[in-house]
């Protein structure tokens, strides 16, 4: 079972903040470092120093680290042409030596598109979709050949599909609740479906609408990798974990109910309700990014107990 660092930049993080974490994340054991791509902050903060760009941090972070994989949750659709998304991701990955994954969903947070003057198109659904086709399909056109693709929204001609990246398939995240045509874009393009901040039983439901698409597509429904992403607030007693909870302004019984809170024993029984749904990859949603004794405690007390 995988756990993965997980981080929301726009809440206020320099560059400097993140190689901290993803140093802390390859040192003490964890799969990989993945952070939101987000281009303004959310809530009550204020967000100090402002936003970076999730994918000049990876190709910073490419070359700092030599073991953790990097990726996003989810880059927007509505951000970056899909050529020059898939040129971006290609050279990040030969950055890393092969490390990275590309997590990719439709754009939904209005108000930084609007802040910083990005389109917001209402047709967000069918874009990510020519956006899912183009990306892996210049990936996997062979040298040599080029790559032609017709839509609605992009149109290639005699693209010479390069540069390719170091894995010979790049994973690809697609994530959410959409009952039909989310689980369907998985079963077509994703290697991982990613259930972003739901219940156990809202999982287990979702992951089996995921499977049946996957099995449509003449895939094996374990073909693919499930995961969730929730908020860690983990501490070693109860005034560990209510002191880490006022330091994310949340309280420690919604935290409790909503994520991966309490003690490492509460913690690891919770992810073994939600393994049950089928999930065996979790994204731990570090908010206070000061923290690290955070990071080192989940190793040591929590990550050994799951196998």
């Given at each position: 079972?995988?756990?993965?660092?997980?981080?929301?930049?726009?809440?206020?993080?320099?560059?400097?903040?993140?190689?901290?974490?993803?140093?802390?994340?390859?040192?003490?054991?964890?799969?990989?470092?993945?952070?939101?791509?987000?281009?303004?902050?959310?809530?009550?903060?204020?967000?100090?120093?402002?936003?970076?760009?999730?994918?000049?941090?990876?190709?910073?972070?490419?070359?700092?680290?030599?073991?953790?994989?990097?990726?996003?949750?989810?880059?927007?659709?509505?951000?970056?042409?899909?050529?020059?998304?898939?040129?971006?991701?290609?050279?990040?990955?030969?950055?890393?030596?092969?490390?990275?994954?590309?997590?990719?969903?439709?754009?939904?947070?209005?108000?930084?598109?609007?802040?910083?003057?990005?389109?917001?198109?209402?047709?967000?659904?069918?874009?990510?979709?020519?956006?899912?086709?183009?990306?892996?399909?210049?990936?996997?056109?062979?040298?040599?050949?080029?790559?032609?693709?017709?839509?609605?929204?992009?149109?290639l001609k005699d693209c010479p599909a390069l540069p390719k990246p170091t894995q010979e398939r790049i994973p690809v995240l697609v994530g959410g609740m959409g009952p039909r045509r989310t689980p369907e874009l998985a079963a077509r393009f994703a290697d991982e479906f990613n259930l972003p901040f739901v219940s156990v039983d809202d999982s287990a439901k979702q992951i089996q609408r995921v499977r049946e698409a996957v099995q449509e597509q003449g895939r094996a429904a374990d073909?693919?990798?499930?995961?969730?992403?929730?908020?860690?607030?983990?501490?070693?007693?109860?005034?560990?974990?209510?002191?880490?909870?006022?330091?994310?302004?949340?309280?420690?019984?919604?935290?409790?109910?909503?994520?991966?809170?309490?003690?490492?024993?509460?913690?690891?029984?919770?992810?073994?309700?939600?393994?049950?749904?089928?999930?065996?990859?979790?994204?731990?949603?570090?908010?206070?990014?000061?923290?690290?004794?955070?990071?080192?405690?989940?190793?040591?007390?929590?990550?050994?107990?799951?196998?």
């Open positions: 079972m995988d756990l993965r660092i997980f981080t929301e930049p726009q809440q206020g993080a320099s560059y400097d903040t993140l190689l901290r974490v993803a140093k802390a994340t390859e040192d003490l054991g964890y799969d990989a470092f993945f952070r939101s791509d987000h281009y303004l902050k959310m809530g009550d903060v204020d967000g100090l120093p402002g936003p970076t760009d999730a994918w000049t941090t990876l190709a910073g972070l490419a070359r700092e680290t030599s073991r953790i994989r990097l990726g996003t949750l989810m880059t927007a659709a509505t951000f970056r042409l899909p050529g020059v998304l898939a040129i971006q991701v290609a050279q990040v990955d030969q950055m890393s030596g092969g490390r990275v994954e590309l997590g990719l969903g439709a754009g939904w947070y209005e108000d930084e598109h609007t802040a910083y003057g990005i389109p917001f198109p209402a047709a967000k659904f069918g874009r990510l979709e020519e956006q899912l086709a183009i990306v892996t399909g210049l990936w996997r056109t062979a040298l040599g050949e080029t790559f032609d693709f017709e839509g609605r929204y992009y149109q073909s693919m990798v499930y995961s969730n992403a929730l908020v860690a607030c983990v501490g070693r007693d109860e005034a560990e974990v209510a002191r880490r909870a006022a330091a994310i302004g949340r309280e420690p019984a919604e935290l409790r109910e909503n994520g991966l809170a309490g003690t490492p024993a509460e913690v690891v029984e919770k992810i073994g309700r939600y393994a049950e749904t089928g999930s065996s990859r979790f994204y731990l949603q570090i908010l206070d990014l000061d923290d690290l004794d955070h990071l080192a405690l989940i190793a040591d007390q929590v990550m050994p107990q799951l196998g």
